[in-house]
């Protein structure tokens, strides 16, 4: 058997690989000056998320928080 500690790097770049291409699939209303304040209408980044998209952003929470438990058990 396979021990844990040589397995977990491996675990990681794959959790890593799948946050990158969650966080980049998510498509946002804003451009760039909409991150400084700017942007045409205020109620942009607030809306409800629905099917595909809120699916998408529950996963890249998951992955997140699965990615941040495998780096600290790589600590330990």
């Known amino acids: 058997m396979v021990p844990m500690k040589s397995l977990l790097p491996y675990v990681q770049i794959i959790l890593s690989a799948l946050l990158v291409a969650a966080v980049l699939l998510q498509k946002t ?5 909409g991150a400084f304040g700017g ?3 205020f109620s942009s980044a607030f809306h409800t998320r629905r099917g595909m998209e809120k699916w998408l952003f529950s996963a890249t929470i998951v992955i997140a928080v ?8 790589n600590l330990i």
């Open 66 to 73: 699965l990615f941040a438990i495998s780096a600290l058990i």
């Open 29 to 33: 209303g804003a451009q760039v000056g």
């Open 39 to 41: 942007g045409d209408n």
